[in-house]
């Protein structure tokens, strides 16, 4: 690790922190790259997320990244919002510059960056998200920008069709979503079921076109009960580790000047930390 008085610095803000992914892959890609930097954990509170961020500023942060459960607040406290923060109502990146700070959010980039990475063209056809959270907002947004019809599903309906009408999108019915999945191109899992600890969600898949790819970001575990069962079908899985991965490009290159790639060796070095 290369760091001097000069060093750039960086980090991930959430409560807790402790399992964040993020301090590996982004001390990863400064190693790679010989960079003067660090990227580290800060555990924040709720209460004390507002008065710190001008304050990491002010002590010479470059930027940092916000998860949970600050990303809406983050949105509150930018002086400069990108498009993308505000399609979706949240901000996971947070740029320090000549005294601005300013908020985007990355999810969606990467959810389409790891599609693409999987060779899944995003704009395919019709895409159904399953969820109607932060996730499902920003990945919706992305999809609808690139041209993609977009159906959010979600087990409170209400939660959905308040989604759709901010977004011009469609709903479906929970229950409906095994009879309608012929209609797809994509399906995307963001809600919490598959996730180590909760029960799998349960998906008609042999309802599926041939075609169809089967996206989860649920990435703990890895391999979620639904992508073992689209790669039963015959159906294309994309895993979630892959957007985690492609949504921290944006942010490296904005704070360290210096845009990473996304390969297998980085994948094995977080998927190894996951596993062990
Ligand atoms: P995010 O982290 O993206 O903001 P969230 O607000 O934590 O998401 O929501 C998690 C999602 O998982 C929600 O869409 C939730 O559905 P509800 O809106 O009905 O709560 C969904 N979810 C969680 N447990 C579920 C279950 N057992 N069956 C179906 N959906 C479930």
């Not at 963001?190 to 909760?198: A, N, V």
Request: glycine share 10%; proline share 6%; with cysteine.
């Amino acid at each position: 690790m290369l760091l001097s008085g000069k060093a750039r610095l960086a980090g991930v803000i959430g409560w807790p922190v402790a399992h964040s992914r993020s301090p590996r892959l982004h001390g990863t890609w400064l190693d790679r790259h010989q960079i003067d930097g660090a990227y580290v954990p800060l555990a924040i509170a709720p209460a004390d997320f507002a008065a710190s961020i001008p304050m990491l500023s002010r002590i010479g942060f470059v930027g940092a990244n916000v998860t949970i459960p600050h990303k809406e607040a983050a949105f509150a406290v930018c002086t400069s919002l990108a498009d993308s923060a505000r399609r979706a109502g949240a901000v996971n990146t947070l740029l320090f510059q000549n005294g601005e700070i300013i908020g985007s959010n990355t999810d969606g980039i990467g959810f389409l960056g790891n599609l693409r990475a999987h060779h899944v063209d995003p704009s395919a056809g019709p895409a159904l998200i399953l969820g109607a959270g932060g996730a499902a907002r920003a990945i919706g947004a992305a999809l609808l920008d690139a041209g993609t019809a977009v159906t959010f599903c979600n087990r409170t309906r209400e939660r959905a069709d308040h989604l759709a009408s901010t977004l011009t999108a469609r709903t479906l019915d929970w229950s409906q979503r095994h009879a309608a999945l012929a209609d797809f191109a994509l399906l995307i899992n963001t809600t919490s079921l598959g996730m180590t600890g909760q029960p799998p969600l349960e998906m008609a898949l042999d309802r599926a076109s041939p075609a169809m790819a089967v996206a989860d970001i649920v990435y703990t575990p890895l391999q979620t009960p639904l992508l073992a069962a689209a790669a039963r079908a015959g159906l294309r899985p994309v895993e979630g580790l892959g957007m985690l991965l492609h949504q921290a490009v944006p942010g490296f290159a904005a704070w360290f000047g210096v845009t990473p790639s996304v390969d297998e060796a980085l994948y094995r070095i977080v998927a190894g930390d996951l596993l062990g």
